[in-house]
């Protein structure tokens, strides 16, 4: 049986009965091979059918939405770590969040799990995209998430895209993103 929108949030998030679901976990912003490749293995073929669009009605619920960004925006990233497809879902994410703030899904969650409703903007190259998140991220009153937000929405700002992802993408870097790449946080990539 094909893995579905519980199996994603327990996974992520751990079981609503386990006492550290929802809280912060370190797999959320590390990576390690191993984790790549359970993710890849586990949900592969989910993410998959997702960027083409037959997961779209997982978008009516809240869980199935946080699921359908999850797997189009983070895991994405980790089954196709240094690959063009790292990035193939993230339209289909921006599009899901979009529809989740306007139907107010975000709300029914506690902060930490919030955050990834809005991640998708954070990973945006559209400056529009990175104001929101902005706006977003010091809504949960968190510095630290605001840190992140404001990092990536200055690196937009300056260079109109993800240098980190030039190579990656097949990209030419300008004089400016070389030199800014020498010292630049690559952001798992």
């Not at 797997?71 to 497809?85: A, E, G, I, V, Y």
């Not at 529809?99 to 991640?119: E, H, K, Q, S, V």
């Not at 998708?120 to 400056?127: A, G, I, R, W």
Request: charge should be negative; charged fraction near 25%.
């Amino acid at each position: 049986m094909s893995p579905g929108i519980r199996d994603i949030l327990d996974f992520w998030f751990l079981p609503k009965d386990h006492p550290d679901h929802g809280k912060v976990r370190d797999l959320w912003w590390g990576s390690t091979p191993e984790l790549d490749t359970e993710i890849r293995t586990r949900f592969g073929g989910l993410f998959d059918r997702a960027v083409t669009g037959q997961l779209d009605g997982w978008r009516e619920t809240a869980d199935g939405a946080l699921a359908l960004i999850l797997l189009c925006d983070q895991f994405s990233r980790n089954m196709h770590r240094k690959s063009p497809r790292a990035f193939s879902g993230d339209g289909k994410a921006i599009e899901t969040a979009r529809l989740a703030l306007a139907r107010g899904y975000p709300i029914a969650y506690p902060p930490a799990m919030r955050t990834f409703f809005y991640m998708p903007f954070q990973h945006s190259e559209q400056l529009a995209d990175q104001e929101l998140c902005c706006a977003l991220f010091a809504s949960l009153g968190n510095p630290d998430y605001d840190k992140y937000a404001v990092d990536h929405r200055d690196i937009v700002a300056r260079f109109g895209r993800f240098p980190h992802r030039n190579e990656v993408l097949g990209r030419e870097s300008t004089a400016q993103e070389i030199e800014y790449l020498k010292t630049a946080n690559r952001f798992g990539q």
